[in-house]
């Protein structure tokens, strides 16, 4: 695999595309979950986790199921079902597993079933790495590596938004800006800041 | 119930009459450059200082008044943002650049957060970056130095970044020209031996300090050397640090109390992560000149920063910088 | 009736998805960068939130409680790949333009809330007046936002000029522009409601 072009896929996917700042995808969450760090970073982690697994999952079904049978119109009902039958299973088999990490991550799996990140990362890399119907060269790497990109970017946004907010906690924002107004002002100048990642090539 | 205790963010020290001090000093820092940029670029400059510090002084007072918090202009910070702001233009921009970017720097960058101190980002830099975003035609075209008749140039980074001239001499101007300022730019960061000039007034003060200023020229410099060029080590260090808003950037906003990082360990992290981002901004990036970006980008870090980077509290010797 | 007329009015008013509830903010600041597609993305949330409450509400004595979600995802699913398939069919130029966010209606926390909240609670009747309310106060919202960033952010409404000669702000049709708006909106209505009483609660809201 060329390096360039894992590259730009690292650089678009946690800068310029940043799914939470640039695509609108997965807000619920990072508005939810951004209050403080702790939480923040294991929600990043689950996120990262649970993309990366779907959409090699969602690839698969994708190229060995929906087109050999030609029922590609079902593939939103398709994915939402198995990312949703995919996470309950994480969730079981941690719970069953390791207590500790169930504490720390667990609970947010249920969240990320409705993260509209997932969904949207899965049906990107189809729209991305088909064409006509059949797989690019290299379509389930670069899958793959779309979505993990995608999870870090997330992360990296999750966090830089939860430190910023423990700080407004102790500044004197305007009553009818606190909260929800003041978290988009953020996400906005973070969304112009990143902007200067605008047309990486390498 | 009324507090008493007031728990509020850094800076703490700077009481009822040093954020005046500091504030003031900063301006007077800027004079040499906003007088340079006056001979430089003409009266465009002094049209377009004179309304992007109106605008941000008008609006911070209005934007008091009807929330009812004390009035501070006198404080001096609005108009450092104004001042800073303005520098951060070229000098043909129609004078209602300065009045948005002014309005936004004040309302939505600072006021939103609550005021001075709160601010989690560079009001004038951001107020850069959203101008750049919505008009970027009247943002990126410079007048050249010396003509009355606002012929457009490119800045030298830009000729770099375009390719087609690779130093220099190629370029027809010499170290001596960017040291001066004749060149292509935004009003206030051409001159560089003004900004030196200020800088080390407020070095000198203690105003500010020499951890991120160093620390960003340095990475930016030396990672341009290395990297900058097709081989490694063929970049050119000087032209690296002297075209561009690098100094500017470096002395004047990458050391705003408020939106960077109250250690000195915290402030070196700043300032080589400004430095590799401004680096790669310029080396990759779509744009010619990454400073401004940059320093927004770490700017948000800095929450982040602050947190694992503690600031000493007790036993440093002078603890002006708060 | 009144009862009826209540449901649908307070999806409007009080109980509006994106100023009030805080919800679905995504294909909010998404699809908001021009009045035509805010109107083509509420009225496909719209078609399905009012089907997938009717169905809901009719078969919600029949779904055992312990797989709730997963019928009721089976269910709005299938509604937005009908929407997917009618767009494709009759309004390819739309369905361009929404992108992804077609199918992401699915995942749009307002109809999955409405489902849980209201519909598996309510009568059929009652479901229907629910759903569509909220779904023309998210229509309404979205077009708000959108009214604001296409006349500022390209000089025009509904792909019509408005005044000649005026430069409109692009990054407002940008990213930073829809989280921008957006803010600033909810903080109009949290003043205009904190005017009117005294809803603290209000602005803690937000979905997940």
């Known amino acids: 695999m060329d390096f360039a072009r894992i590259m730009t896929i690292a650089v678009s996917m946690i800068f310029i595309n940043n799914f939470i700042l640039s695509k609108f995808l997965g807000l619920c969450p990072f508005l939810g979950v951004s209050k403080e760090t702790k939480p923040a970073v294991s929600m990043g982690l689950a996120v990262i986790f649970v993309m990366t697994c779907s959409a090699v999952i969602t690839w698969s079904i994708y190229n060995y199921l929906l087109i050999p049978f030609g029922i590609t119109y079902l593939r939103t009902i398709t994915f939402i079902l198995v990312i949703a039958a995919f996470v309950q299973l994480i969730e079981m088999v941690i719970r069953k597993f390791s207590l500790a990490l169930y504490r720390s991550l667990g609970i947010y799996l249920p969240l990320i079933t409705t993260n509209c990140a997932v969904l949207g990362v899965t049906i990107l890399n189809v729209d991305d790495f088909f064409i006509q119907g059949k797989p690019i060269p290299g379509s389930f790497f670069f899958a793959t590596l779309q979505a993990f990109f995608a999870g870090v970017g997330f992360l990296l946004a999750l966090i830089i938004m939860s430190g910023i907010r423990e700080r407004l906690e102790l500044t004197d924002v305007p009553p009818s800006m606190q909260g929800i107004p003041i978290a988009f002002i953020v996400a906005s100048l973070m969304s112009l800041a990143f902007m200067g990642f605008s047309g990486f090539k390498f | 119930m009324p507090d008493k205790l007031i728990v509020s963010t850094s800076p703490h020290i700077l009481g009822c009459d040093l954020t005046p001090k500091v504030m003031w000093s900063v301006i007077g820092a800027l004079i040499p450059a906003a007088i340079a940029s006056v001979i430089i670029f003409g009266m465009p400059s002094v049209k377009i200082m004179a309304v992007a510090v109106f605008t941000c002084v008008a609006c911070e007072a209005l934007i008091q008044k009807l929330t009812g918090r004390a009035v501070t202009i006198h404080d001096g910070s609005a108009a450092l943002t104004g001042l800073l702001l303005a520098f951060n233009l070229s000098s043909n921009v129609p004078f209602w650049i300065p009045l948005v970017g002014g309005i936004f720097a004040i309302a939505l960058v600072k006021h939103a957060f609550g005021g001075l101190g709160a601010n989690v980002f560079n009001p004038a830099l951001a107020a850069r970056a959203f101008l750049l975003a919505s008009w970027p035609t009247h943002m990126t075209a410079f007048t050249r130095p010396f003509a009355a008749d606002a012929v457009t140039s490119a800045t030298p980074l830009m000729m770099f970044k375009e390719g087609k001239v690779g130093t220099l001499v190629e370029m027809g101007i010499s170290y001596w020209d960017l040291f001066l300022g004749r060149r292509g730019g935004c009003l206030g960061e051409v001159c560089i031996i003004a900004l030196v000039c200020g800088a080390a007034y407020l070095l000198w003060k203690r105003y500010i300090w020499w951890q991120t200023p160093f620390s960003f020229i340095l990475t930016t410099g030396s990672l341009c050397w290395i990297f900058g060029a097709r081989g490694y080590f063929q970049g050119d260090f000087l032209f690296s640090i002297l075209s561009g808003g690098l100094i500017l950037g470096a002395f ?44 927004l980008i770490m700017n948000a870090f800095v929450p982040l920063i602050d947190r694992y980077v503690k600031p000493k509290i007790y036993g440093t010797a002078k603890a002006v910088k708060g | 009736m009144k009862r009826l007329l209540h449901e649908f009015t307070k999806g409007i008013t009080i109980e509006n998805p994106t100023f009030g509830l805080i919800l679905g903010l995504c294909p909010t600041l998404a699809v908001s960068t021009s009045l035509g597609n805010a109107i083509g993305m509420g009225a496909a949330a719209t078609f399905v939130l009012v089907c997938s409450n009717t169905i809901v509400s009719s078969v919600r004595r029949i779904i055992p409680d312990r797989i709730r979600l997963p019928a009721f995802i089976v269910i709005i699913a299938t509604f937005v790949t009908m929407c997917e398939l009618i767009m494709k069919a009759y309004a390819p130029a739309l369905d361009v333009s929404l992108g992804i966010f077609v199918p992401l209606i699915v995942v749009n926390c307002i109809i999955m809330a409405r489902a849980e909240a209201f519909a598996c609670k309510h009568g059929v009747g009652a479901s229907i007046f629910d759903g569509l309310g909220m779904g023309v106060g998210f229509t309404l919202g979205l077009c708000v936002i959108a009214s604001v960033r296409e006349i500022l952010g390209a000089g025009s409404i509904a792909g019509k000029q408005l005044i000649p000669g005026f430069q409109p702000a692009t990054v407002l049709i940008l990213a930073p522009g829809a989280l921008a708006t957006l803010g600033l909106l909810i903080a109009l209505s949290n003043l205009m409601k904190s005017k009117k009483s005294t809803c603290r609660a209000c602005r803690k809201g937000g979905c997940g």
């Open chain 2, 252 to 295: 004047f906003m990458a050391t705003d109390y408020v939106t960077t990082p109250l250690a000195h360990t915290g402030q070196v992290f700043f300032g080589v992560g400004c430095g590799v981002l401004t680096f790669l901004i310029r080396k990759f990036g779509g744009y010619p000149e990454g400073v401004s970006y940059s320093i």
